[in-house]
């Protein structure tokens, strides 16, 4: 029986049955949009409620029954600076059970490709910038999201064990800070672009002569549409796997999705301030946290693979802010 359905150049079968975990996230929902626009038919998703990931027995029953032949591991508790001191806890330990469950089960199973989504925070808090997948445990990690950081180091540990004790052929994107439709817009627990975009938009409608900012506005972020993660994704997951072997040789097993669209946390809020169209002043509450003072990625191992994003932040945003529009509407 194969339960590998890859087409002769290694990519994946139109017809194959991927298994995508996090359909209903910001990334998984673009991963969804992308393998339907590409034509790829016998996906299979379940909500949170149908399947929880981090229940092992629910999982084992679930890939027992199902047998995909790939899986793409989008799923995960996440959230931004306020959220990961707030639970840190529940970051690390729902984190390690989805990808602990979903990773063994998976290779149980006979999946021979995978690809397991992380994060740009995996690297260490001093790394030289922009950050190349080689800083990989060179040093300790920021601590407002180290929980975080942690859990997804292990899910690329756990890719590459496998990858070298079972020969399956487990791979994993970091992406930098992403952003796009289907975002979280909670003020507390949600990532900048999303908090600024409902920030600037309710103070516009309410006339708010001032909108604050978290932190000192000085820390560096590079930003990433959704789409253009989704396109990097499924582009990493067709790769020949000679191709990703030498790329990655020796053993990495993970490859960083950058954008190179760098900018100071000011810039950006004066960037979603035009987006939104607010006329007001930008204030600078110093009693919130920075975080690292910058987090860029080398992208250019993925761009000598053939892949590039399209996305340009001004349009990105103005296309981000008219989604949450609609969701405000919807
Ligand atoms: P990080 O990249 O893991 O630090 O994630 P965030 O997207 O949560 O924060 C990025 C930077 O934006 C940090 O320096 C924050 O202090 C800053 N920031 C400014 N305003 C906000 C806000 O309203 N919400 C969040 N989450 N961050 C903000």
């Given at each position: 029986?194969?339960?590998?359905?890859?087409?002769s150049a290694g990519?994946?079968?139109?017809?194959a049955?991927?298994?995508?975990?996090?359909?209903?996230?910001?990334?998984g929902?673009?991963?969804l949009?992308r393998?339907?626009?590409d034509?790829?038919?016998?996906l299979?998703?379940?909500?949170?409620?149908?399947?929880?990931?981090?229940?092992?027995?629910?999982?084992?029953?679930?890939?027992?029954d199902?047998?995909p032949d790939q899986?793409?591991l989008?799923?995960?508790?996440v959230?931004?600076?306020?959220?990961?001191?707030?639970?840190?806890a529940?970051?690390?330990?729902?984190?390690?059970?989805?990808e602990a469950?979903?990773?063994?089960?998976?290779?149980?199973?006979?999946?021979?490709?995978?690809?397991?989504?992380?994060?740009s925070?995996?690297?260490?808090?001093?790394?030289?910038?922009?950050?190349?997948e080689?800083?990989?445990?060179?040093g300790?990690l920021?601590?407002t999201n180290?929980?975080?950081?942690v859990?997804?180091?292990?899910?690329?540990?756990?890719?590459e064990?496998?990858n070298?004790?079972?020969?399956?052929?487990?791979?994993?994107?970091m992406p930098?800070?992403?952003?796009?439709?289907?975002?979280?817009?909670?003020p507390?627990?949600?990532?900048?672009?999303p908090?600024?975009i409902?920030?600037f938009?309710?103070?516009?409608?309410?006339?708010?002569?001032?909108v604050?900012?978290?932190?000192?506005g000085?820390?560096?972020?590079e930003?990433?549409?959704?789409?253009?993660?989704?396109?990097?994704?499924?582009h990493v997951?067709?790769?020949?796997p000679?191709t990703?072997?030498a790329?990655?040789?020796p053993?990495?097993s993970?490859?960083?999705?950058?954008?190179?669209?760098?900018?100071?946390?000011?810039?950006?809020a004066?960037?979603?301030?035009?987006?939104?169209?607010?006329?007001?002043?930008?204030?600078f509450d110093?009693t919130?946290p920075?975080?690292?003072?910058?987090?860029?990625?080398d992208g250019?191992?993925l761009?000598?693979?053939g892949?590039q994003?399209?996305?340009?932040?001004?349009?990105?945003?103005a296309?981000?802010?008219?989604n949450?529009?609609?969701?405000l509407d919807?």
């Open positions: 029986m194969s339960n590998n359905r890859l087409d990519a994946m079968d139109p017809e049955r991927i298994f995508l975990a996090g359909h209903q996230g910001m990334v929902a673009a991963i949009r393998l339907e626009a034509g790829y038919s016998r299979i998703v379940k909500s949170r409620g149908e399947l929880d990931l981090t229940d092992q027995q629910v999982v084992r029953r679930f890939f027992d199902e047998k899986v793409i989008a799923a995960a508790r959230g931004g600076i306020g959220a990961n001191i707030r639970f840190p529940d970051f690390i330990y729902q984190n390690l059970m989805i469950n979903v990773i063994h089960e998976a290779f149980r199973s006979g999946v021979r490709r995978l690809l397991f989504l992380g994060s925070c995996i690297y260490p808090r001093d790394a030289s910038q922009p950050m190349t080689d800083a990989l445990l060179a300790p920021e601590p180290e929980s975080y950081a859990a997804k180091v292990a899910g690329i540990k756990l890719c064990a496998y070298l004790q079972h020969g399956t052929d487990f791979r994993s994107v930098t800070n992403l952003y796009g439709p289907n975002d979280n817009y909670d507390d627990y949600s990532h900048v672009v908090a600024l409902r920030r938009h309710e103070a516009r409608i309410a006339g708010d002569p001032a604050t900012v978290w932190g000192s000085e820390p560096q972020r930003f990433l549409h959704v789409d253009d993660m989704a396109a990097a994704a499924l997951m067709n790769l020949a000679e990703w072997a790329a990655t040789r053993r990495l993970h490859i960083n999705v950058g954008s190179g669209e760098e900018v100071t946390i000011r810039e950006m004066e960037l979603v301030k035009a987006a939104v169209g607010y006329a007001g002043e930008l204030r110093h919130r920075d975080g690292v003072p910058r987090k860029a990625l250019s191992l761009r000598r693979l892949w994003p399209s996305w340009k932040l001004p349009a990105g945003l296309a981000a802010y008219r949450y529009l609609e969701k919807g």
